[in-house]
């Protein structure tokens, strides 16, 4: 009889200790991580997953291994800044990326042909630009050559938009900041689909190349815990759920601030994937689903109205789970949502926007005054 494969790999770590706690209905710290792992690789459309301290570290560890100690070409969708705090550690181990962005000419094969790329990394959503390229046929054109696709599924949440994995990618990367994981000492993991290669024999032997599979077996935990994790199975599950469904409300309140902001005078243009004026709405509609993410971008019609905006934003005093940040060079703001509570949020950019108008309103009087008392006094001059 075979074992079932989720079950399998909840107890690769100490493995007999655990099944005697079970027997007890009493859990320890090595068996909860996995079965903690276990379901969210099932949220991500997988069957293995891994969870680590922080996104960097998850994405070091994969590809380091995939790199096994050879000289590695990625081609990455994703921007230079995305990788910059971390190239020269790349550098040093033979791991060499390119961007997608300098080969606007190309197709996807032609520049694995020409670059001699190893392996294609992109994010469900463009960190910088929010664009959503069409997945399906970078995984198609990808795996035609035998080329493995990474996936930053971080916009994902947590795989309640998108499952790179449910349609064929090979490994997803998530950063969990921003979430309740984040607390528990988890600040990113790595999932990846069961491979064709995994078979479990009569004697219950996990036989495989699993990338995952391999960093689970080097992986070393501290007596002193850094996951802290509580509950049984169901509890870890339910705890998931949770957290998939706060993401997904996250999603929504941002898409609803994203359609507010397109109908304020004052505002230029707005950018999220969600709304048919984005360049990748048909990409993100075909390929999205639960919501568009939780960031969004826009701007306004001049820079004088960008900084009063900015200062307006201080003064307004932000509710909790709204970040701002803005980009001086594109004159754009940037807007992340972490809250369900869109009516706080609509209330806050009603006050700002309304206040900002009324200043401005009475700087053109108070200037038009200042150019009519002007006037007068050169028309008394030349009368005088």
């Known amino acids: 009889m075979k ?51 922080s996104f960097r570290s998850s994405r070091f560890s994969l590809i380091k291994q995939l790199a096994d100690n050879k000289a590695l070409h990625i081609l990455s969708y994703e ?23 300098h080969f606007p000419e190309e197709n996807l094969k032609q520049i694995i042909r020409s ?99 391999t960093l689970k077996q080097k992986r070393s935990l501290a007596q002193k815990q850094q996951f802290l994790l509580t509950g049984d199975e169901d509890i870890l599950a339910s705890k998931v759920n949770q957290e998939i469904r706060k993401q997904q409300a996250y999603a929504k309140t941002t898409f609803t601030l994203a359609k507010l902001l397109n109908q304020v005078g004052e505002v230029a243009e707005v950018n999220y994937p969600g709304l048919k004026t984005s360049t990748s709405f048909i990409n993100a509609e075909s390929n999205l689903r639960s919501g568009y993410g939780k960031v969004l971008k826009f701007k306004v019609w001049d820079a004088g109205f960008s900084h009063n905006l900015l200062r307006s934003f201080f003064i307004a005093g932000k509710p909790a789970g709204l970040k701002i940040t803005t980009d001086n060079e594109l004159k754009e703001f940037e807007v992340t949502i972490h809250t369900d509570a869109f009516n706080e949020i609509a209330a806050y950019f009603n006050k700002v926007f309304s206040q900002l108008s009324r200043e401005l309103e009475f700087r053109e009087s108070f200037k038009r005054q200042l150019k009519l008392e002007a006037a007068v006094k050169e028309l008394l001059k030349v009368n005088i």
Do not use: C, M
């Open 3 to 53: 074992t079932d494969i989720l079950t399998y790999t909840s107890t690769l770590i100490n493995k007999k200790a655990s099944a005697n706690l079970r027997e007890l209905n009493i859990y320890d710290f090595a068996f909860l991580l996995n079965v903690l792992e276990k379901q969210l690789a099932i949220a991500e459309g997988g069957s293995i997953a891994i969870a680590s301290k």
């Open 115 to 213: 670059q001699k790329i190893d392996v294609v990394y992109i994010a469900s959503i463009h960190s910088k630009t929010l664009a959503v390229e069409n997945h399906s046929a970078i995984i198609t054109d990808a795996h035609s050559l035998n080329i493995p696709v990474i996936y930053d599924n971080t916009a994902g949440a947590l795989g309640s938009t998108y499952q790179p994995l449910a349609h064929h990618a090979d490994y997803v990367l998530v950063n969990t900041t921003g979430t309740a994981f984040e607390t528990n000492g988890i600040g990113g993991y790595i999932a990846e689909a069961l491979p064709k290669s995994v078979n479990i024999n009569a004697n219950s032997e996990f036989i495989t190349e699993s990338v995952v599979y």
């Open 79 to 101: 921007p230079e800044s995305a990788w910059a705090s971390d190239i020269a550690l790349y550098n040093r181990y033979g791991i060499r990326i390119s961007y997608a962005e």
